[in-house]
């Protein structure tokens, strides 16, 4: 299928470029001695992740410990609620450890011990990536060390707990801020001292390449999956899919499962309490391009020119960009990326739970949220929406914010 002249039948084998680049977004903007560690993990995954051993490897993973495929649930209740059109939910929820996550860490901590590497290294702001990354380097026996901003450490008590019962070594960074950026530097520091005995996994489709490639191929088992599910169900393609985006992860592997299809493809992004810059973290929205974190994209910037202040009642969707293939595909208008706001998110959050049985994490809720509306504005037809995980480490916070409604 051709969209914008670009040739969508050969699309993800295109694209990145061999230097990291999704049209003018991505790269690789980094000191030397980091492009030296990024070309070793490049030059590995071109190799071995091509591999029938690699492959054989890691589907064995996803079916006998991650539990995949996962399903797809129609919501009866809720879409007749609603009219006429019909809505499902891809239940990344049930992957092993409640979320999507697990699908990129197994695949970079598989590299890591096919490289020979003893060690995972990697940030993390809620905790979720490093729960997940701490999973994968218990199920390998690899080093895991987790840098983690100390305010982080305090609001986060239970994933500490998890992190540090999966074994992994919880790193507390207590410069700056002490929350996810100073993390992030104090990771990069770490792994730029340590490549040679460590790989860095990082948490989304971002960062310089080849993570935004390496994570969107780990992740579009997701889509892959969804896409021959879904026409097993209802021997149709669905009208719309749904995604929300943070840095991206489990939208870009959705969304690589159906770019080649006609079917509308929709990101959405956390609008938080309004469109005021530093009450948002919608950056594909209302950004403009710009460099940070080694790579290319759009991105929400303050008047320095620096990454902006963000928020949302999302803790995993808390980001200032995305990743440089969402701001490709946004430029070529093949995904249309629009926001739902925090109070949105809550109405959809107690309505899944309450009429289908399933409770939602916080991020997720905002792709129902897009879902129910879409439902709302289409006469018939199907939205399939990526349920990213679960809610249960979101329970506390919403009943004290919010209350039950
Ligand atoms: C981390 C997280 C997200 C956001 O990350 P992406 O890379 O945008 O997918 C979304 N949903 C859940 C459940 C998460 O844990």
Redesign the pocket.
């Known amino acids: 299928m051709k969209f914008n002249d670009i040739d969508f039948d050969t699309y993800l084998k295109k694209y990145p470029s061999t230097d990291g680049y999704f049209g003018k977004y991505g790269g690789a903007y980094v000191s030397p001695e980091l492009k030296k560690a990024m070309d070793e993990i490049t030059d590995a995954y071109f190799t071995i992740c091509k591999s029938s051993k690699f492959i054989g490897e890691l589907r064995k993973i996803r079916r006998e410990f991650q539990g995949r495929p996962t399903p797809i649930s129609y919501l009866e209740r809720l879409s007749k609620s609603i009219g006429n059109v019909q809505l499902y939910v891809k239940r990344e929820d049930l992957n092993h450890t409640g ?3 697990l699908n990129h860490c197994m695949g970079e901590a598989l590299l890591a011990k096919y490289m020979g590497k003893k060690k995972v290294i990697a940030e993390t702001g809620a905790g ?2 490093g729960v997940a990354l701490a999973t994968a380097a218990a199920y390998f026996g690899l080093e895991c060390d987790i840098y983690m901003g100390s305010v982080d450490i305090k609001k986060q008590a239970p994933n500490v707990a998890r992190m540090k019962i999966l074994g992994a070594n919880v790193v507390e960074v207590t410069h700056g801020l002490a929350t996810l950026k100073e993390a992030v530097d104090a990771a990069f520091d770490a792994y730029t001292r340590e490549y040679k005995d460590a790989i860095y996994c990082i948490g ?2 971002v960062g310089p390449h080849p993570f935004p490639m390496m994570v969107r191929d780990f992740q579009s088992v997701v889509g892959i999956e969804a896409r021959e599910q879904f026409v097993g169900m209802t021997g149709e393609l669905p009208d719309a899919v749904v995604a ?8 870009m592997g959705m969304f690589a499962g159906f770019l080649n299809d006609p079917v509308d493809i929709y990101g959405v992004e956390p609008l938080g309490r309004g469109e005021k810059l530093g009450d948002h973290a919608a950056s594909l929205k209302y950004g403009t391009e710009g460099i940070m974190h080694g790579f290319n994209s759009i991105m929400l910037k303050d008047e320095n020119g620096d990454p902006a202040p963000v928020y949302s009642v999302a803790s ?2 808390d980001y200032p960009s995305s990743g440089p293939e969402h701001a490709f595909l946004h430029d070529l208008s093949r995904v249309k990326y629009d926001a739902i706001s925090d109070e949105e998110t809550i109405d959809a959050f107690f309505k899944l739970s309450r009429m289908e049985g399933i409770i939602p ?1 916080i ?2 809720s905002h792709a129902v949220a897009y879902g129910m509306k879409l439902a709302r504005e289409m006469n018939h037809g199907s939205v399939l929406i990526c349920l ?2 679960r809610g249960d480490k979101d329970m506390d916070y919403i009943i004290e914010k919010y209350g039950i409604r």
């Open positions: 979320a999507h996550k979720q990536h989304s489709v929300c985006v943070g840095g991206g992860s489990n939208s995993g969707l994490a991020e997720s990213s995980g």
